[in-house]
């Protein structure tokens, strides 16, 4: 059992049977009665994110959860397959448990594997990805204006805004968080 004193960004928890993660907390303390916790909360199931408030001193339990290396096999559908690269076990998720992630899932890509209750339910990619652009418009001679940019298809069929001087089949570095352009590969 974890505490509200024991709270901390990342920190994993269960509530009400379900697992999440804490994205932020603060202790506040009002002018008269005991100090609370406000929380930002996001379940590690659904990927919702929830905003409870706990009194000093409220216990709330350790979620069964483990992180295992993972390897991005191939997606069927709705469906994602990943490999465990030491035992060679695979594990399948859905496309609703991952999605934007999905957008930058690259065949081979190595991902770190959330488990709750033995069960593979989310995936955790680097924090950058590099990816070939199949489509965009050409520059023109003259469109230089400052930070000036144009939409670019990525491989995967994500869309980013790139500089304007890049060209189809270069390689660009993703931000796989937010999902903006980085550097030129």
Same mark, same amino acid.
């Given at each position: 059992?974890? !505490? !509200?004193?024991?709270?901390?960004?990342?920190?994993?928890?269960?509530?009400?049977?379900?697992?999440?993660?804490?994205?932020? #907390?603060?202790?506040?303390?009002?002018?008269?009665?005991?100090?609370?916790?406000?929380?930002?909360?996001?379940?590690?199931?659904?990927?919702?994110?929830?905003?409870? !408030? #706990?009194?000093?001193?409220?216990?709330?339990?350790?979620?069964?959860?483990?992180?295992?290396?993972?390897? #991005?096999?191939?997606?069927?559908?709705?469906?994602?397959?990943?490999?465990?690269?030491?035992?060679?076990?695979?594990?399948?998720?859905?496309?609703?448990?991952?999605?934007?992630?999905?957008?930058?899932?690259?065949?081979?890509?190595?991902?770190?594997?959330?488990?709750?209750?033995?069960?593979?339910?989310?995936?955790?990619?680097?924090?950058?990805?590099?990816?070939?652009?199949?489509?965009?418009?050409?520059?023109?001679?003259?469109?230089?204006?400052?930070?000036?940019?144009?939409?670019?298809?990525?491989? !995967?069929?994500?869309?980013?805004?790139?500089?304007?001087?890049?060209?189809?089949?270069?390689?660009?570095?993703?931000?796989?968080?937010?999902?903006?352009?980085?550097?030129?590969?």
């Amino acid at each position: 059992m974890y !505490t !509200t004193s024991d709270f901390k960004r990342g920190l994993r928890i269960e509530i009400d049977g379900q697992p999440y993660s804490i994205i932020e #907390f603060e202790h506040h303390k009002p002018g008269k009665g005991a100090s609370i916790v406000r929380t930002k909360l996001r379940n590690l199931v659904t990927g919702q994110v929830v905003s409870p !408030t #706990f009194r000093s001193g409220d216990k709330v339990g350790r979620p069964d959860v483990e992180d295992k290396d993972g390897q #991005f096999l191939f997606s069927s559908g709705e469906t994602f397959t990943f490999m465990d690269p030491q035992s060679y076990e695979q594990y399948e998720i859905h496309g609703d448990m991952l999605g934007d992630q999905a957008k930058f899932l690259v065949d081979g890509m190595h991902v770190s594997i959330l488990f709750y209750q033995g069960k593979a339910v989310s995936v955790e990619l680097p924090n950058s990805v590099v990816l070939q652009i199949v489509e965009t418009e050409p520059a023109v001679k003259g469109d230089t204006a400052t930070n000036a940019t144009k939409k670019a298809k990525l491989s !995967t069929g994500h869309f980013v805004h790139v500089p304007l001087f890049m060209k189809e089949g270069e390689m660009v570095k993703v931000d796989t968080r937010s999902g903006e352009y980085i550097e030129r590969a």
